[in-house]
């Protein structure tokens, strides 16, 4: 069975510096997606980023980036710039590429920017 | 934008009452999840529809029962609400189609309390 793991409960940046979150995850599969979620106070979980297995590029979107190493498992998110509306639960999480499309979850780390 | 409601924002129930917690989307999804999301344990699958009146188990299914009777609605239903059912309980959705089918739509959570 799948396993996402965050080990960073929380987790606190100074407004305007960058964050790295971190994550790590076991599957047997080779071809797979994996998925940063954000759900700030009392608000929907929205997609951050993905990515996939196959493609050695790292994700980008905007001030946020994924460090995908995909032999270690690991699969961390830098939030650079960060911005008080960056505060929230962020939940790592991965998906088979094939087959049932269900998510599996880390812990979460909850994110602090303080001003 | 995709929406995903959810009937009740907040719920308190007594031990053993039949609980129902419903979930619309209507972006003609053909994919239904139901997690639970507890402090340190992040979200767990309950329950998952690929299609009308199909359900499969997640990983924590006792307890619980689905119901699919059109495409845009799944509802989770506690036969027996026990105190150990008291969560946050989120629905997703999420599209079939090969260029949209990695991303899960939230909702906004129902904040479940049996008492």
């Known amino acids: 069975a799948q396993t996402v793991t965050q080990s960073q409960p929380e987790m606190s940046v100074q407004e305007a510096e960058t964050v790295t979150l971190s994550c790590t995850y076991d599957t047997s599969e080779s071809d797979y997606y994996l998925f940063w979620y954000k759900q700030p106070p009392s608000r929907q979980m929205i997609l951050v980023i993905r990515?996939?297995?196959?493609?050695?590029q790292n994700a980008t979107e905007n001030r946020f980036s994924v460090n995908f190493q995909k032999a270690a498992k690991s699969f961390s998110l830098k939030i650079s710039d960060s911005q008080l509306g960056d505060a929230a639960m962020y939940f790592c999480a991965y998906r088979r590429r094939q087959g049932a499309q269900k998510l599996v979850f880390g812990q979460g780390t909850r994110l602090t920017i303080n001003p | 934008d995709v929406k995903v409601t959810q009937s009740s924002r907040y719920l308190v129930k007594r031990t053993g009452e039949k609980v129902f917690l419903e979930c619309v989307q209507d972006?003609?999804?053909?994919?239904m999840f139901w997690y639970r999301q507890d402090p340190g344990l992040g979200l767990r699958l309950i329950y998952f529809s690929y299609d009308v009146k199909m359900k499969e188990k997640g990983d924590i299914p006792e307890g619980y029962s689905v119901s699919r009777e059109k495409k845009e609605r799944f509802s989770l239903i506690l036969e027996s609400a026990s105190t150990n059912q008291t969560s946050m309980y989120l629905c997703?959705?999420?599209?079939?189609?090969?260029?949209?089918?990695?991303?899960?739509?939230f909702g906004p959570g129902t904040r479940l309390t049996v008492t």
């Open positions: 972006m003609d999804h053909e994919n």
């Open positions: 990515q996939e297995a196959y493609k050695q």
């Open positions: 997703a959705s999420s599209s079939t189609n090969r260029d949209k089918s990695y991303e899960q739509y």
